[in-house]
């Protein structure tokens, strides 16, 4: 998949998930730990055939140690989606509240941040590695 439509899709996604309860995104936060968890082995495999490729193509060696994965950096990501999990939503929480001269009342209240995508150079030799969850 492109890179555009990754993103569109992604896009796409926030306006629906900016819709769900707390409880509802509390549950796909676990439901994604749990996947990573009962997929690791082909993540790892996949991440592999990407250091592998990537090597070939002469990444240095600083940058292959961060694309590296290993079962204890999988359970790590795991372990923080569960623990994103269990934090209040601040979704909707008023942050700060003021009165107009005219008597209007204005809340400054928290939304959904919508979508944020870091490209690195890694992120462009491991293909493989991007597993999409439903």
């Given at each position: 998949m492109s890179l555009l439509k990754t993103c569109q899709k992604a896009k796409a996604a926030s306006v629906q998930l900016a819709k769900?309860?707390?409880?509802?995104k509390d549950k796909a936060l676990c439901r994604m730990?749990?996947?990573?968890e009962a997929n690791a082995?082909?993540?790892?495999?996949a991440n592999q055939k990407d250091l592998e490729a990537a090597k070939a193509k002469g990444m240095?060696?600083?940058?292959l140690e961060r694309l590296a994965l290993?079962?204890?950096k999988v359970e790590t990501?795991?372990?923080?989606?569960?623990e994103v999990s269990g934090l209040p939503d601040p979704i909707g929480e008023i942050i700060k509240t003021w009165t107009l001269p005219n008597g209007l009342i204005v809340n400054q209240l928290r939304v959904p941040l919508?979508?944020?995508?870091?490209?690195t150079k890694a992120d462009q030799m491991s293909r493989r590695t991007r597993l999409e969850f439903a």
């Amino acid at each position: 998949m492109s890179l555009l439509k990754t993103c569109q899709k992604a896009k796409a996604a926030s306006v629906q998930l900016a819709k769900l309860t707390a409880e509802t995104k509390d549950k796909a936060l676990c439901r994604m730990a749990n996947a990573l968890e009962a997929n690791a082995d082909r993540i790892l495999q996949a991440n592999q055939k990407d250091l592998e490729a990537a090597k070939a193509k002469g990444m240095k060696a600083a940058l292959l140690e961060r694309l590296a994965l290993d079962k204890r950096k999988v359970e790590t990501m795991a372990r923080g989606l569960r623990e994103v999990s269990g934090l209040p939503d601040p979704i909707g929480e008023i942050i700060k509240t003021w009165t107009l001269p005219n008597g209007l009342i204005v809340n400054q209240l928290r939304v959904p941040l919508g979508v944020v995508g870091i490209i690195t150079k890694a992120d462009q030799m491991s293909r493989r590695t991007r597993l999409e969850f439903a």
